[in-house]
């Protein structure tokens, strides 16, 4: 007897289906990944997470490990590490979360960045539970509310949740897929040929 699929059918639903099943791939795809990978960089002059006296950057955080990030949009973009990308994801979680479920006050430079692969994931798994237990409390109609996410550096106090929780998404799906496709680089980097170097 084969297992009968169901499908969310309510617009809360099908984006909470959308971050489930997007979590639940990026996490599996990052078993297995060393701090050798997880700082891996193929490009030189790009954006990372590094100790703070070697950031080559401005950087963020509070601890002995930041993020790399001028607060602008060079172009073109520097080449970001999968620990870069993993924490970009993690952060825009955190603060997102913290202003639509939390004390609405959090900020990149108060989050400890992880400095090894293993640190990542605890990072990883600790913001995608809160996230998911503040996103269980939603009905259908809070996608409707304008400014239920007062998150002060976008336009969260200007758009209805709804396409927050979508862009979140979006995010995650969208990073997930450079860091599935940097682990792929990783594996055969050995194979690359020196031009593509």
């Not at 006050?105 to 992880?114: D, G, H, M, R």
């Not at 913001?127 to 109609?141: E, I, K, N, P």
Request: overall charge negative; proline content about 4%.
């Amino acid at each position: 007897m084969s297992e009968e699929l169901t499908f969310a059918t309510t617009r809360l639903g099908l984006l909470l289906d959308q971050y489930d099943t997007s979590y639940a791939m990026l996490r599996e795809r990052l078993d297995g990944i060393t701090d050798a990978e997880y700082f891996w960089e193929p490009v030189a002059h790009g954006w990372s997470v590094r100790r703070r006296a070697e950031a080559t950057t401005t950087a963020r955080g509070k601890g002995e490990w930041v993020f790399e990030n001028d607060g602008t949009d060079p172009t073109p973009a520097p080449f970001t590490t999968i620990a870069w990308r993993l924490c970009h994801v993690v952060a825009g979680q955190m603060t997102r979360c913290d202003y639509t479920f939390g004390t609405k006050s959090l900020s990149e430079n108060e989050i400890e960045f992880p400095g090894s692969a293993a640190e990542a994931l605890a990072f990883l798994e600790s913001s995608h539970q809160a996230w998911r237990a503040g996103l269980a409390t939603l009905t259908d109609a809070d996608l409707d509310v304008v400014g239920l996410s007062s998150y002060p550096d976008g336009l969260d106090t200007q758009l209805p949740f709804g396409p927050l929780l979508w862009w979140t998404n979006r995010e995650l799906i969208h990073h997930g897929g450079e860091i599935g496709l940097l682990r792929d680089l990783w594996q055969f980097r050995s194979q690359l040929t020196k031009e593509d170097q």
